[in-house]
């Protein structure tokens, strides 16, 4: 992966209320798009394989790894060493 970036997932979400009640969990959708919003790159538009390993909590932070190569996305996003989810997907907005 080219660049990086440290990011923090927001303490309190809406979606949070049904991701899980009790024990919030940031979803997946969620995760996407700080990943855009974090390059730059408008909202997600068409995902390649995207997988994801390890739950994050709301306020955790995590280190994103990525390439851009005109609007196609690769990323990594890790956790204290631990791989939270990979994948790629196209980014811009429609035509």
Request: with cysteine.
């Amino acid at each position: 992966m080219d660049q990086s970036l440290q990011i923090s997932t927001p303490r309190d979400h809406p979606c949070y209320a049904g991701h899980f009640p009790g024990h919030p969990v940031v979803p997946g959708v969620l995760l996407l798009e700080l990943v855009a919003d974090a390059v730059g790159a408008g909202p997600p538009r068409q995902l390649g394989p995207v997988k994801f390993h390890r739950a994050l909590s709301p306020g955790e932070s995590f280190t994103l790894r990525y390439t851009r190569t005109g609007p196609r996305l690769s990323f990594r996003c890790e956790r204290d060493g631990l791989l939270l989810a990979e994948g790629n997907f196209t980014v811009g907005s429609d035509p």
